[in-house]
C-alpha cells in the first residue's frame, strides 16, 4: 500500500536552501519514503506462466534496426540475455526468429545514417547475439529479404550460413531432421525441418522456410511435412513475409528476384492442402511508430479441416522509426497450456521491464497483442 510520495530531488533543493533547519534523521526519512514511492509505483508483474505444467515459445521479431546501429546492438543482447535468465522460469522450449536478422547482406561502406554498421559486423552482432543461448535451447531463425543480395534481395546469394551454420548451437542439431538446398544448391538452415516433443506429449515439426520460397522448395516443404512419419505432428511454419496488417495473405511484392512464392501463394500451395499444418509464424511488415501496423493474425482451415493458425509480429520501426533504436526490445511469449491445445500470447518488452521507471511500459494489452488461440 502506499502511504506517501516524495519526490526526491524536491526535498534534496530544499535541503541545501535549508539544511541548517534539517537534520540528517529527517534527510534519512524522505530518502527512505522516497524509495518505497519508487518500488510501489506500479503493479508490475514480469512475465510468469499461468500454469506450473505450461511450457513457452519466445517469438522474436525482425533484429535488423537492432544491428545496423552500434548503439542499437546491446539491446538485441539485452533480449537474448533475458531470454537465457527465463529459460527455466518460462519453460522456455524454443525461441523462433522472423527473419530480416540484417538490414543489408553484403554492404561494405554504410552511410552513417541509414545504418553505420558494415554487413559484416551486423552479421556479427546477431550471431553473438543468438550466441548467448548456444547449448541452452533451441532457436529457428527465418531469411528475410534484407539477409539476401547487396542491400535488398536483389538476389538469393546470402551470407547465413557463415553466421548461423548448422553446428552453431547443438540444441537444433539435437532436432534437426531435414535440410533443403539454399540457391545456391548447398544444404543450409535457411530450409530446415526440426522435431519436437512437448512435456504434455503432442509431437511438433517446425519448418522454416527461405523468404519467398523458390517453388523447388515449396515442393520439398509439401514432401516433408506429408511423410508418413510425420503425419501425427503438429506442423508450424515459420518464414519472413506472410501477412499484411490487414491480416490479408500477401499477393505481390515489387523485388527483383523471380520464382518466388508470397503469402498468399504459400498458402494455397502449401498450407491448404496440408492436414497437419496448423500454425505460421512471420514478421516484416509495420510503419514508423505504428504497433497495429505490425502485427496480423487470421485462422484458416487447411484440407485436413483443422484450424490454422496465422500469426504475424514484428516491431523494428518502433521506438523512433526506421533511425529508432530497433524496436523497443518486444517480443512475444507464446505460452503453451497443459491441456495440449491452449496457446496463450502476451506481448513484452524485457527493456522497458528492466528498470522500475519504464516497467509501466513493458506490456502490451491490445486485443490484439494479447489474445489467446487453440490448435485442434
Known amino acids: 500500500m502506499r502511504i506517501l510520495c516524495i519526490d526526491f530531488k524536491k526535498a534534496i533543493v530544499?535541503?541545501?536552501?535549508?539544511?541548517?533547519?534539517?537534520?540528517?534523521?529527517?534527510?534519512?526519512?524522505?530518502?527512505?519514503?522516497?524509495?518505497?514511492?519508487?518500488?510501489?509505483?506500479?503493479?508490475?508483474?514480469?512475465?510468469?506462466?499461468?500454469?506450473?505444467?505450461?511450457?513457452?515459445?519466445?517469438?522474436?521479431?525482425?533484429?535488423?534496426?537492432?544491428?545496423?546501429?552500434?548503439?542499437?546492438?546491446?539491446?538485441?543482447?539485452l533480449m537474448t540475455t533475458w531470454i537465457r535468465e527465463n529459460i527455466n522460469t518460462l519453460n522456455i522450449k524454443m525461441v523462433l526468429c522472423t527473419g530480416d536478422l540484417v538490414e543489408q547482406n553484403e554492404k561494405i561502406n554504410p552511410n552513417g545514417i541509414s545504418s553505420n554498421q558494415s554487413s559484416k559486423a551486423q552479421w556479427e552482432s546477431v550471431s553473438h547475439a543468438f550466441g548467448r543461448l548456444d547449448g541452452l535451447v533451441p532457436y529457428i531463425t527465418a531469411c528475410g529479404n534484407h539477409d539476401y543480395g547487396y542491400v535488398n534481395i536483389e538476389n538469393r546469394?546470402?551470407?547465413?550460413?557463415?553466421?548461423?551454420?548448422?553446428?552453431?548451437?547443438?540444441?537444433?542439431?539435437?532436432?534437426?531432421?531435414?535440410?533443403?538446398?539454399?540457391?545456391?544448391?548447398?544444404?543450409?538452415?535457411?530450409?530446415?525441418?526440426?522435431?519436437?516433443?512437448?512435456?504434455?506429449?503432442?509431437?511438433?515439426?517446425?519448418?522454416?522456410?527461405?523468404?519467398?520460397?523458390?517453388?523447388?522448395?515449396?515442393?520439398?516443404?509439401?514432401?516433408?511435412?506429408?511423410?508418413?512419419?510425420?503425419?501425427?505432428?503438429?506442423?508450424?511454419?515459420?518464414?519472413?513475409?506472410?501477412?499484411?496488417?490487414?491480416?490479408?495473405?500477401?499477393v505481390k511484392e515489387h523485388y527483383k528476384i523471380e520464382d518466388c512464392n508470397y503469402g498468399a501463394a504459400l498458402f494455397d500451395k502449401l498450407v491448404k492442402p496440408s492436414k497437419n499444418i496448423q500454425m505460421v509464424f512471420a514478421g516484416h511488415i509495420g510503419r514508423p511508430n505504428d504497433p497495429k501496423s505490425h502485427v496480423a493474425f487470421r485462422t484458416d482451415r487447411n484440407a485436413g479441416n483443422k484450424k490454422v493458425q496465422q500469426l504475424v509480429f514484428n516491431a523494428q520501426a518502433l521506438g523512433g522509426g526506421w533511425m529508432g533504436n530497433?524496436?523497443?526490445?518486444?517480443?512475444?511469449?507464446?505460452?503453451?497450456?497443459?491441456?495440449?491445445?491452449?496457446?496463450?500470447?502476451?506481448?513484452?518488452s524485457p527493456l522497458f521491464g528492466i528498470s522500475p521507471t519504464t516497467q509501466k511500459y513493458a506490456w502490451r494489452s491490445e486485443s490484439y497483442d494479447e489474445f489467446s488461440f487453440e490448435l485442434d
Open 14 to 77: 530544499l535541503f541545501k536552501r535549508n539544511f541548517q533547519n534539517w537534520n540528517f534523521p529527517t534527510l534519512a526519512l524522505i530518502c527512505c519514503l522516497s524509495g518505497l514511492s519508487v518500488s510501489a509505483q506500479d503493479n508490475y508483474e514480469p512475465p510468469h506462466l499461468s500454469s506450473p505444467d505450461s511450457w513457452s515459445i519466445i517469438l522474436l521479431p525482425d533484429p535488423q534496426t537492432y544491428v545496423k546501429f552500434g548503439r542499437n546492438q546491446p539491446l538485441l543482447e
Open 157 to 250: 546469394k546470402s551470407n547465413f550460413m557463415n553466421y548461423f551454420p548448422v553446428d552453431k548451437n547443438f540444441k537444433n542439431q539435437e532436432i534437426l531432421r531435414e535440410v533443403g538446398l539454399n540457391a545456391e544448391n548447398v544444404p543450409t538452415l535457411e530450409n530446415a525441418v526440426f522435431e519436437f516433443e512437448s512435456p504434455q506429449g503432442r509431437k511438433f515439426l517446425f519448418v522454416s522456410l527461405e523468404f519467398a520460397p523458390r517453388d523447388t522448395i515449396v515442393e520439398w516443404a509439401k514432401e516433408v511435412t506429408s511423410m508418413e512419419k510425420y503425419k501425427d505432428h503438429t506442423v508450424a511454419l515459420l518464414t519472413h513475409s506472410y501477412l499484411n496488417p490487414k491480416n490479408e495473405h500477401i
Open 326 to 348: 530497433g524496436g523497443d526490445g518486444w517480443l512475444r511469449i507464446l505460452e503453451f497450456l497443459p491441456d495440449n491445445k491452449t496457446v496463450k500470447v502476451k506481448t513484452f
